[in-house]
Structure formats: C-alpha cells, structure tokens
Nanobody, 119 residues
Framework: QVQLVESGGGSVQAGGSLRLSCVVS????????MGWFRQAPGKEREGVAT???????TYRYSVAGRFTISKDSAKNVLYLQMNSLKPEDTAMYYC?????????????WGQGTQVTVSS
C-alpha cells in the first residue's frame, strides 16, 4: 500500500513563496509518475504539475515559470516550489502517485495541504 502525506501549505501574501512537500511511503515502482493537483472551493480538481521517473516534467499553463516540481528519489519526497503566488493559486493542494507511469492514472492520493494567497 502506498501512502502520501503532504505538508508545507499556509497563508501568504501575493508575490510570496511556499514549498510543498509530499512524503511517499510503501512500495514505489521504479518507473512511475508523480504529480501535484489542486482544488479550489466550488471548482473541479485540476492538474498543476507532473514529473515522470525519467525526470520529464509538465506544468499547467497558468503556473509555468512560477512553480517547479522536483523529487528526491532517494528519500521518496516530492516537492512543489511555488513562487510569485497569486490569489487565484488559493486551493487545497494534493500530491498523487501513478504506478502505471502514464501520468494520467493517478491511483494514490494524499490528504491535501491548504494554500491561501491574499491580495
């Protein structure tokens, strides 16, 4: 069983930065994909960024250039560095794991960490 635990959320002013962390435990396939997603109140969940085990990354257009996804494979920790935060980035952020390595079949999710950006 794979478990994911996020941390690092909080409240910041617009223009500020936060770094989210996600500790992954359990059996992790060497070939995989991991990602960050977010959901704001009253809105659908949306993908923010993904990183494949081969280090290929993708970003949502609205965060490209501001957010950076990375991982420490030795420690099984996923990160999301968020800079130049905007009020529209306010949401619950979730990390997820895709053992199929397609970056579209995320079957394991964390409980989420809240990010609030004030103007």
């Amino acid at each position: 069983q794979v478990q994911l635990v996020e941390s690092g959320g909080g409240s910041v002013q617009a223009g500020g930065s936060l770094r989210l962390s996600c500790v992954v435990s359990g059996y992790i396939y060497s070939r995989n994909c991991m990602g960050w997603f977010r959901q704001a109140p009253g809105k659908e969940r949306e993908g923010v960024a993904t990183i494949h085990s081969d280090s290929f990354t993708t970003y949502r257009y609205s965060v490209a250039g501001r957010f950076t996804i990375s991982k420490d494979s030795a420690k099984n920790v996923l990160y999301l560095q968020m800079n130049s935060l905007k009020p529209e980035d306010t949401a619950m952020y979730y990390c997820a794991y895709d053992r199929e390595a397609t970056c579209s079949s995320f079957g394991y999710w964390g409980q989420g960490t809240q990010v609030t950006v004030s103007s």
